[in-house]
């Protein structure tokens, strides 16, 4: 299996633009997740979806930002207008269940998307 | 929200040295993970603990579930240069529905 495959690896725009970045889940996993990582904060929880419905979008900094799984094979984290403070690298993750509730489920991580954003 | 406090926040040791990172909590937490992440990667899973008191090992590393369930620590024994990272641990609440919260991260250097 590829993995959870993203992209772009690496984006840089302008403060005010529209940024999508998008992500390919593990074949079969019914859980997706989107993190931010910053020094600051850390790894956070931004929203993750159960068979392609969004769940729990409580860690959305804002109206800027929102994401779709249209399908069970595709999802998208939608920024816009960017800002500077948006800069981070976010990662995708897929699990078949909810991580944790069951003996030897792992989260599966994608390489992340370095965000820049000028 | 929830938060769980990871320490120290980085670390530098000679290769050969063992290594002990720990992530406490004031919630109670059902399942702790603990996670390495390489440079330009994401993270990838170490050791899962699912009952208070586990002790579990993988190869030189050994993590433990805390008795009260909020706390669990990760060792690294004969630390070698590839153990070069950021260590995260991450913890499941006690309650339905919530997804996986992480600490922020422990970086370990090591010089050969």
């Known amino acids: 299996d590829a993995g959870v495959i993203q992209s772009p690896r690496h984006e840089v725009t302008e403060m005010g633009q529209e940024v999508t970045l998008r992500c390919k889940p593990i074949?079969?996993?019914?859980?997706l997740f989107w993190y931010r990582q910053t020094m600051m904060r850390g790894l956070e929880l931004l929203i993750y979806f159960n068979n392609n419905v969004p769940i729990d979008d409580s860690g959305m900094p804002e109206d800027r930002f929102s994401a779709k799984m249209p399908n069970a094979s595709f999802s998208t984290l939608k920024i816009q207008p960017s800002e500077p403070r948006d800069s981070a690298v976010y990662f995708c993750?897929?699990?078949?269940?909810?991580?944790?509730?069951?003996?030897?489920?792992?989260?599966?991580f994608g390489s992340g998307t370095q965000l820049s954003v000028l | 929200g929830q938060q769980l406090n990871q320490s120290p926040q980085s670390m530098f040791i000679q290769e050969g040295e063992d290594v002990s990172m720990n992530c406490t909590s004031s919630s109670i937490f059902n399942t702790w993970l603990w996670y390495k992440q390489d440079p330009g990667e994401g993270p990838v899973l170490l050791i899962a603990?699912?009952?208070?008191?586990e002790l579990t090992s993988n190869g030189r590393l050994t993590a433990q579930f805390g008795i009260t369930r909020k706390d669990s620590f990760l060792n690294i024994s004969a630390s070698i240069p590839s153990d070069v990272g950021i260590y995260f641990c991450?913890?499941?609440?006690?309650?339905?529905?919530?997804?996986?919260?992480f600490g922020k991260g422990t970086t370990l250097s090591v010089s050969s």
């Open positions: 074949s079969g996993h019914d859980y």
């Open positions: 603990l699912y009952k208070a008191g």
């Open positions: 993750a897929s699990s078949f269940s909810l991580p944790g509730t069951a003996t030897n489920e792992k989260l599966f």
């Open positions: 991450a913890g499941y609440l006690l309650q339905a529905g919530t997804a996986l919260i």
